[in-house]
């Protein structure tokens, strides 16, 4: 277990690194941070210190989550292990079924098994979404003709690495539900 924690934190921080220097490509140059498409700096000007503490923070607060979701989160056997995995969900996060749409806006009531799920998600989709926004930035930069082509055949390649960006959230999340609801329904893991 220390060693996947090990090498997905290593992964995190590479992928992180990577995603900044790709970025730093356009930001230093005349005019870098009109292109940027960060949200931070598209909508809030914050500039390139704002986004390293932006994201030390995010990136320290992730590795604690995934900490948290890798040695201390026990997977919880509900009573009666529900047939259908949004049973168990809202079993796991609010002590009974028939919750499981309150997931989008109510504050669960066991909020460590929220922390330990987001810690999994976080860290994984951030890995995902730090490359793919490497490969973007580099395509771009070095003005890679296969990716020219990308770029030409979708128009604004920012809602396809957003729209994956989300994609990936939602399987990571639902992964993470999935092996604990086979746990669950197996009796393993406790």
């Known amino acids: 277990m220390k ?14 690194g990577c995603d900044f220097y790709s970025t730093s490509l356009f930001f230093f140059q005349p005019n870098g941070m009109s292109s940027e498409t960060n949200p931070l700096t598209r909508f ?12 030390l923070i995010l990136v320290g607060l992730g590795i604690y989550a995934y900490y948290f979701y890798m040695f201390k989160h026990v997977v919880q056997r509900p009573r009666v292990v529900p047939e259908k995995l949004t049973e168990y969900v809202s079993q796991i996060y ?9 997931m989008f806006y109510l504050w669960p009531k066991n909020p460590k098994v929220a922390l330990a799920h987001t810690g999994y998600v976080f860290v994984h989709v951030a890995i995902f979404g730090s490359l793919l926004a490497t490969v973007h930035n580099l395509g771009q ?3 890679v ?9 979708v128009g604004r ?12 959230a ?3 999340q ?3 539900w999935q092996q604990e609801f086979d746990m669950a329904k197996a009796g393993t893991g406790f």
Do not use: C, D, M
């Not at 060693?3 to 992180?16: E, I, S, V």
């Not at 609010?94 to 309150?102: D, L, S, V």
């Open 141 to 143: 930069f070095y003005q």
């Open 94 to 102: 609010y002590n009974q079924t028939g919750k499981f749409f309150g």
């Open 174 to 176: 639902f992964k993470v």
């Open 3 to 16: 060693a996947k924690f090990f090498t997905t934190t290593f992964l995190l921080l590479f992928a992180r």
């Open 44 to 55: 809030f000007g914050v500039g390139w210190n704002g986004l390293i503490i932006a994201n």
């Open 170 to 172: 939602l399987y990571f």
């Open 157 to 168: 390649p920012q809602f396809v690495i957003y729209g994956l960006f989300v994609f990936s």
């Open 145 to 153: 003709p296969i990716y020219g082509a990308f770029r030409e055949l």
